[in-house]
């Protein structure tokens, strides 16, 4: 099974412009807990609940005043809609993240994957074994 058989479609979006009040209400209104930022159309980022929690609540009312690309995680991983689940999977375990950004072949963001949605589309067990990489902890080389 492919990437684009079970990811959020369309994913929900936001400018890297826009306030993060503005990211979290949109993420309450869509129940999701990331969007993908955009600037002039390209794919810049992510912002997730916990982005906002940790980089901008900490902020107190300063945080009202922050943007979206304050806040965002800039190092963009995704996964193309014609990937393997399992491959799709891989890298979210091998990542440590839940969620994953996905791109067509001319790199347009078309959709979103989560270790939910593998749960509740695909596979719950391959969502299980998944989730057990993302929360493992991992130590680096040992002297």
């Given at each position: 099974?492919?990437?684009?058989d079970i990811m959020r479609h369309p994913p929900i979006t936001i400018l890297a412009s826009a306030s993060v009040p503005?990211?979290?209400a949109?993420?309450?209104?869509?129940?999701?807990?990331?969007?993908?930022?955009?600037e002039n159309g390209r794919l810049v980022g992510v912002i997730t609940d916990r982005d906002i929690v940790m980089r901008a609540v900490v902020g107190g009312e300063r945080a009202m005043r922050l943007?979206?690309?304050?806040?965002?995680?800039?190092?963009?991983?995704?996964?193309?809609?014609?990937?393997?689940?399992?491959?799709?999977?891989?890298?979210?375990?091998?990542?440590?993240?839940?969620?994953?950004p996905v791109c067509d072949a001319r790199a347009?963001?078309?959709?979103?994957?989560?270790?939910?949605?593998?749960?509740?589309e695909y596979s719950e067990h391959l969502a299980g074994e998944t989730l057990g990489e993302i929360v493992e902890t991992r130590l680096g080389p040992r002297p």
């Open positions: 099974m492919k990437v684009a503005e990211a979290a949109q993420m309450r209104a869509g129940h999701v807990g990331c969007l993908g930022v955009l943007r979206v690309r304050d806040v965002m995680s800039p190092e963009v991983l995704f996964c193309s809609d014609r990937q393997r689940v399992e491959d799709a999977a891989a890298a979210l375990g091998d990542h440590q993240v839940r969620r994953l347009r963001l078309v959709g979103m994957l989560s270790v939910d949605r593998i749960a509740e």
